[in-house]
C-alpha cells in the first residue's frame, strides 16, 4: 500500500476524533451557562452566524459523500459541530435576562 492510502486513514481516523474533541471544548462554556444561569457575556449573534457556518460544512460533506461516497467522517464531525452550536445558542438564549442587555 501506497504512502498516500496510509496518510488518508490516519486522516479520516483524526477526522471521526473531531466530534468528541469537540464535544470536550463545548463542555466547560455548557456547564457555566448551566450553573450561573446567565448569557450576558456571550452574543447570541455570533453564535448564530456559527449555526450559518456550520450548516454549509456539513452541505460540503454531505454533498462530497454523496457524489463521492467518501468523507463519512467529515459529514459526522459537520453534523456533530452543528449540533454542538445549536445547543450553545439555545442555552444562551434561554439563559439571556430579560434585564440584561444583550451582548453583540
Do not use: C, H, N
Not at 454523496?66 to 452550536?85: C, D, E, I, Q
Amino acid at each position: 500500500m501506497s504512502d498516500v492510502y496510509y496518510m488518508l486513514v490516519v486522516a479520516g481516523t483524526l477526522q471521526s476524533a473531531v466530534p468528541v474533541i469537540s464535544l470536550i471544548a463545548y463542555l466547560p462554556q455548557w456547564k457555566k451557562l448551566i450553573d450561573t444561569k446567565s448569557s450576558r457575556d456571550l452574543s447570541l449573534r455570533s453564535w448564530s452566524i456559527w449555526i450559518v457556518s456550520s450548516s454549509i460544512s456539513l452541505f460540503y460533506a454531505v454533498a462530497l459523500y454523496r457524489y463521492t461516497g467518501k468523507g463519512l467522517p467529515l459529514v459526522f464531525a459537520s453534523a456533530a459541530g452543528l449540533l454542538f452550536v445549536m445547543i450553545t445558542v439555545y442555552l444562551t438564549a434561554r439563559y439571556r435576562s430579560r434585564s440584561e442587555p444583550p451582548s453583540i
